[in-house]
C-alpha cells in the first residue's frame, strides 16, 4: 500500500524559507513521478512543482520558479520542497503527491498548511 506522508509545513513571514517533506512508502517509486499541488482557500488544486523519480527530471509551475526547488533523496525515499522568498500568495495548503508513468495511478499525502504573513 502506498503510503505518503508529509510534514515540515507551518507560519514563515513573506521573505522567509521553509522546507516540507513527503516520506514515501510501499513500492519502487523509480517509475513514478512525485511532486506538490497546493490548493489556497477557495481555489482549486493547482499544480507547483514535479520531479521524474529517476533521472530527477523536474518542472515548475511559473508562479514558483526560481524561488522554490523541488529534489529526493533515494536512500530515505522522501521528496522535499524548498521554498525561498515566500509571498503571500504561497498561502495554502501543500499536497504530496505520486503518480506512475505507466499506470497513471495517483496517490495523495493528507496535506500540509503553510501560512505566510506579510
Known amino acids: 500500500q502506498v503510503q505518503l506522508v508529509e510534514s515540515g509545513g507551518g507560519l514563515a513571514q513573506a521573505g522567509g524559507s521553509l522546507r516540507l517533506s513527503c516520506a514515501v512508502s510501499?513500492?519502487?517509486?523509480?517509475?513514478?513521478?512525485m511532486g506538490w499541488y497546493r490548493q489556497a482557500p477557495g481555489k482549486e488544486r493547482a499544480f507547483v512543482a514535479s520531479?521524474?523519480?529517476?533521472?530527477?527530471?523536474?518542472g515548475y509551475a511559473d508562479s514558483v520558479k526560481g524561488r522554490f526547488t523541488i529534489s529526493r533523496d533515494n536512500a530515505k525515499n522522501t521528496v522535499y520542497l524548498q521554498m525561498n522568498s515566500l509571498e503571500a500568495e504561497d498561502t495554502a495548503i501543500y499536497y504530496c503527491?505520486?503518480?506512475?508513468?505507466?499506470?497513471?495511478?495517483?496517490?495523495w499525502g493528507q496535506g500540509a498548511q503553510v501560512t505566510v504573513s506579510s
Open positions: 520531479i521524474i523519480w529517476s533521472g530527477g527530471v523536474t
Open positions: 510501499g513500492s519502487t517509486f523509480s517509475s513514478y513521478r
Open positions: 503527491y505520486a503518480e506512475g508513468l505507466v499506470t497513471r495511478r495517483q496517490y
